[in-house]
């Protein structure tokens, strides 16, 4: 047998997570028990867990002996007793505080000494859970991700009186079964359901304010910023009974900080039963499985293209007039537009209309475009209008920037674009979970990368796009919205300047 850290273990709770934990803790070579109050459940596990061994078999991944082995190394406990002799307890049973605290009680009545107890929770405190062991050091939390052989990154939190020598071996032990580990602090969400929270919220705010719809949001975040899966698809594959009451759980145990203030929208979807995929309805319908998406309009024909001004303080401004160039644009060179022009502004934050009154422009030809993004890097762009936008000008605009094929989306005027107001916030979360020092820089992208699939961590992300063009963002849109949820993290104010994913002394 491999040299595991821990070589007996047991696994409580064996729905979703705890199969997979018991699988992967096999795999690594220790021996392993389950235990379930469902006797029916703890079978269906075994059964489970032994045909993802003969299915990694079947595909090349698990040598014959090595199947027999695990296999062999998988028992079940119809009693918690037969416990007695682990070294590591893995929890993951119901999430309630009250039944995992009975748990463990009735654990360290049955387990040695030196047994290290870990609740695999995604909501509650790990120091809350411990309050009444009587040793409280040997415990902590071990949050693993769904499906957890595919998932390869784990939490490892420590509670308020977790000895660190625990969270090294559980950090050691996570690399042993394949997975890489990250240290948390113990804070609501930790760190991927806390860093996560500026993606969706986000987007659900830009559609109650009526800016723009689900599907071209979803579009415009993974043509754009190059996330997988827009954040509608994902709430529709997390399903909103899972999701929206981890917003609220956060929000309301950060004593309702703005920054995660959930949304209408998810609470009468949920209410109305409208989950996601699995019922068939979410955001999108589902039909065998696919959804449905309605294709987007065609680019308008124009056929009197009128000549383009661009904004002297445009963001951009010599890739945008190069952009225009390139896609035959006439342009004009005057201190103001002509009377015909249609006019060109690239906010940073700041709605369009904003920058026409100030500007002194005719908002009647103005409209935005989101120049945060390196054009050449993107497969769409995203034009705004204003209340007093002339259609024509609306649908020059858009045939313009559609001549080389590029997609376009033209949304309503907002504070910051799509992917200006949820890039900021997810970067601004971060960065504020670095001042908490919830984490390590490092530890933070690690697990956002590997638990969330972004394109990239987030304080990386806010290099990509310039940490000055990020705060220029939030404090525009702090001016916009008068809210404090847009509020710059002290943190992300002094490394503006310097980057944020440099890895400094103070960390
Ligand atoms: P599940 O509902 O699939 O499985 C829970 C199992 O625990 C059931 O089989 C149930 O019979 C058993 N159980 C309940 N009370 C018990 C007790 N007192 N003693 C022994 N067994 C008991 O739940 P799932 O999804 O596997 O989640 C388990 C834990 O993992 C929860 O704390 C959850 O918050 C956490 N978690 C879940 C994730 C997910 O995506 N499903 C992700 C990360 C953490």
Redesign the pocket.
Known sequence: MKEVTFSTIAV???????RGIAQIAAQAGSRVKI????PE?LASAREAVFSQWDRLEEKGRLSPESVVDNKARLTLADHLSMLHDCDLVV?????RLD??K??FAELEAIVGPDTVLV??????SVTAIAAELKRPGRFAGY????PVPLMKVVEVIAGLKTDPAACDGLTRYARQMGHTPVQAQDTPGFIVNHAGRGYGTEALRIVGEGISDFATIDRILKDQAGFKLGPFELFDLTALD?SHPVMESIYRQYFEEPRYRPSVITAQRLAGGMLGRKVGEGFYRYEDGVARITPEPPAPQVTEMPPVWVSPRAARRSELLQLLKDLGAKIETGVSPSPVALTLVAPLGFDVTTVAVVERLDPARTVGIDMLVDDATTRRRVLATNPATRIDMRDAAHALFSRDAKAVSVIRDSGGFVTQRVVANIVNIAADMCQQRVCTPQDLETAVTLGLGYPLGPLAMGDRYGPTNILEVLFNMQTVYGDPRYRPSPWLRRRGAIGLSLMHTEE
């Open positions: 409580i709770g064996a729905g979703a997570m705890g235990f379930d109050t469902q459940t929890e993951a049973i119901v999430e039944v995992k009975t748990l609740t695999n929770t995604s909501s509650l949050h693993f991700f769904n899972v």
